[in-house]
């Protein structure tokens, strides 16, 4: 559908969370998800009721009466389905990446680094023929971030995933790079892999930030009141509630971001 209303799609979220750490990279989570998150860079409004059109058209999609970027997906052969949420970026955002839905415009959304995410993501095969955009890692942790900023106090679900990604980094491939890259503050940190990988997640983060996104980034980043209670939030849903692995994961991100910033 968006392919052919020349959409550029960005699979985003948890669901882009297990695929890379899952499908890609073979880790086991543990975390499953309902929930698909598919991101696209609109002109207008027009655009995007287009797109939502055509997929309620298609058949198996049915429109949520209380959110407007939400489809609810009911396959043909009674197998479970999934919730659909649909977000619109480029032409409908306001003002650091606020975007305000009709027709009554009094519900506000971010979508701040999506964009960002967009032009840093990658084409993955999640099935024989089956190419997806999916944003990458680091870009899942700005937007888990943002995410958290604007519903953390009532959804703890970005904190999980965030701490995810900073605990996992380190299992992706990246150990080579930190002896190429980052060789000093992997010494630094006494060769803790998962520590200094926190911290690539954050400068790699810092890199395909844009100047907007890095503003709003470092606002959170920066600001100790929000970082303790990230920390709390992770630690509330990490298991053990352990906070100072938490702190210092949080801590190597923060630096390795403002590596960049």
């Given at each position: 559908?968006?392919?052919?209303?020349?959409?550029?799609?960005?699979?985003?979220?948890?669901?882009?969370?297990?695929?890379?750490?899952?499908?890609?990279?073979?880790?086991t989570t543990g975390l499953g998800t309902r929930d698909i998150d598919f991101?696209?860079?609109?002109?207008?409004?027009?655009?995007?009721?287009?797109?939502?059109?055509?997929?309620?058209?298609?058949?198996?999609?049915?429109?949520?009466r209380d959110a407007a970027h939400r489809l609810y997906y009911r396959p043909?052969?009674?197998?479970?389905?999934?919730?659909?949420?649909?977000?619109?970026?480029?032409?409908?955002?306001?003002?650091?990446?606020?975007?305000?839905?009709?027709?009554?415009?009094?519900?506000?959304?971010?979508?701040?680094?999506?964009?960002?995410?967009?032009?840093?993501?990658?084409?993955?095969?999640?099935?024989?023929?089956?190419?997806?955009?999916?944003?990458?890692?680091?870009?899942?942790?700005?937007?888990?971030?943002?995410?958290?900023?604007?519903?953390?106090?009532?959804?703890?679900?970005?904190?999980?995933?965030?701490?995810?990604?900073?605990?996992?980094?380190?299992?992706?491939?990246?150990?080579?790079?930190?002896?190429?890259?980052?060789?000093?503050?992997?010494?630094?940190?006494?060769?803790?892999?998962?520590?200094?990988?926190?911290?690539?997640?954050?400068?790699?983060?810092?890199?395909?930030?844009?100047?907007?996104?890095?503003?709003?980034?470092?606002?959170?980043?920066?600001?100790?009141?929000?970082?303790?209670?990230?920390?709390?939030?992770?630690?509330?849903?990490?298991?053990?509630?352990?906070?100072?692995?938490?702190?210092?994961?949080?801590?190597?991100?923060?630096?390795?971001?403002?590596?960049?910033?």
């Amino acid at each position: 559908m968006a392919a052919g209303l020349g959409l550029p799609m960005l699979l985003v979220g948890a669901t882009a969370r297990i695929v890379l750490l899952e499908h890609v990279h073979g880790l086991t989570t543990g975390l499953g998800t309902r929930d698909i998150d598919f991101a696209f860079a609109v002109s207008g409004w027009p655009t995007f009721d287009a797109l939502k059109r055509a997929l309620i058209a298609s058949g198996p999609f049915e429109a949520s009466r209380d959110a407007a970027h939400r489809l609810y997906y009911r396959p043909p052969s009674g197998e479970s389905g999934a919730i659909v949420d649909l977000i619109p970026f480029g032409g409908v955002e306001g003002p650091g990446g606020a975007l305000a839905w009709p027709p009554d415009l009094d519900v506000v959304m971010s979508v701040v680094g999506f964009h960002d995410a967009h032009e840093a993501a990658a084409d993955v095969e999640i099935a024989p023929g089956l190419v997806v955009r999916v944003a990458s890692l680091p870009g899942i942790a700005l937007l888990k971030l943002f995410a958290w900023r604007d519903r953390g106090l009532s959804n703890a679900k970005d904190a999980l995933d965030l701490h995810m990604l900073l605990h996992r980094y380190g299992e992706t491939g990246v150990d080579t790079r930190l002896y190429h890259e980052a060789l000093d503050r992997f010494e630094a940190l006494d060769y803790d892999l998962e520590l200094a990988a926190a911290w690539l997640l954050g400068r790699d983060a810092a890199t395909l930030a844009g100047p907007d996104t890095r503003t709003q980034a470092l606002a959170i980043l920066t600001n100790t009141t929000a970082c303790e209670r990230l920390i709390n939030d992770m630690a509330r849903t990490s298991g053990d509630g352990a906070i100072d692995p938490l702190r210092r994961l949080l801590d190597q991100f923060v630096s390795g971001f403002l590596a960049l910033a």
